[in-house]
């Protein structure tokens, strides 16, 4: 028996393990229950007593030996998986999928900078609001609905009756509008995005929480021919250089005269269709001339200064830039629907 584990020692000190398939063997072989070495075990208990000792140590000793030769061989072979998926610069890279911007960012962004070609810069203001700078400077009257509880998330209400001082989310960017004319004299060539919330509804066409970009001009002799003209430019640029506009008359608290601006449909060429219900015409925007008691309001002199404000809706111009149907889909976060759209913007 002695030889025969002098043997197996010999075997165990020759392995070397080239695969994993190799190293199995080499345990079914020496380590396993039936392996040589458990079989050494069985032929154990027949050996006479004076020979126990030494041999049981011996048996010991070569399971041992083996079982670090196994522990070893199978440490070196995940080594060289690991180090060869690192350093191997054949095997192919990992896909990384780039993201890509909201469609309401994009239309933003393109806003913004269509604007900036023609001098506007960017402000911005508070989310939550004071009535002052949403409803009184801008010139709502005490009894206007856009002040009922119907219309307006109010934080904080002093009174039923409209006061100064009562707290309430923004429902159009318009405050920043006040607060930019309190702080700085004429010229005043800016627009103000922002997100704006609403009491409303949630639906395909209506939502409580939506973006605007509104701009102002204030400076000496602004006419409304300016405004046309500076519409028109951003009708061109955003929808095409064949984009006619149309302005029919409205009413807005903050400015009169006051218009409803159209843009001819980019997509049936004004020739009537469902997005435009058959009209040729999609209303984008509202716009007028700065009403002389919001000038006075914020402190500006209206037998001097005159000016232009306008206003639209980001989700709006998306809808009609992507032909999206439902203005839930810009709030769901969906990857499948925001993977869709592409930008430099």
């Not at 046309?228 to 409205?250: C, H, V, W």
């Amino acid at each position: 028996m002695l030889d025969k584990i002098k043997e197996l020692a010999g075997s165990v000190q020759q392995f070397q393990a080239n695969s994993a398939e190799s190293l199995e063997q080499f345990r079914l072989k020496f380590l396993s229950k039936k392996g040589e070495i458990g079989q050494l075990f069985d032929e154990f208990r027949t050996v006479p007593a004076e020979m126990k000792k030494q041999l049981g140590a011996e048996i010991n000793k070569l399971k041992q030996f083996a079982q670090q030769k196994y522990d070893d061989a199978a440490a070196a072979l995940e080594n060289a998986v690991s180090d060869d998926s690192r350093h191997d610069l054949t095997r192919p890279g990992e896909p990384f999928e780039i993201g890509t911007r909201h469609p309401i960012s994009i239309v933003k962004n393109e806003i913004v900078d269509i604007f900036s070609r023609i001098g506007f810069t960017v402000a911005e203001g508070p989310e939550v609001e004071d009535d002052w700078h949403v409803f009184s400077a801008m010139n709502f009257a005490a009894e206007h609905p856009a002040r009922d509880m119907q219309d307006t998330f109010f934080v904080e209400k002093k009174s039923m009756e409209p006061d100064p001082h009562d707290i309430l989310l923004r429902t159009h960017t318009s405050s920043v509008q006040s607060r930019i004319m309190e702080k700085r004299q004429p010229p005043i060539r800016m627009i103000f995005p922002g997100r704006v919330f609403r009491n409303e509804a949630i639906s395909a066409r209506a939502h409580c929480i939506f973006h605007q970009v509104e701009g102002l001009y204030v400076a000496e002799n602004v006419s409304f021919a300016d405004l046309k003209q500076t519409l028109l430019y951003f009708a061109k640029e955003m929808f095409g250089n064949d984009t006619k506009i149309r302005l029919r008359p409205s009413y807005f608290p903050f400015t009169e005269p006051s218009a409803e601006m159209d843009v001819s449909c980019s997509i049936c060429g004004g020739k009537g269709c469902n997005i435009c219900k058959g009209t040729g015409w999609l209303e984008i925007l509202g716009c007028g001339m700065v009403d002389p008691n919001v000038l006075k309001n914020c402190g500006i002199d209206s037998e001097k200064y005159t000016g232009f404000a306008f206003g639209m809706g980001v989700e709006r111009i998306a809808m009609l830039k992507y032909q999206v149907r439902d203005l839930r889909l810009y709030f769901e976060n969906d990857i499948r629907f925001l993977k869709q759209f592409k930008s430099a913007y």
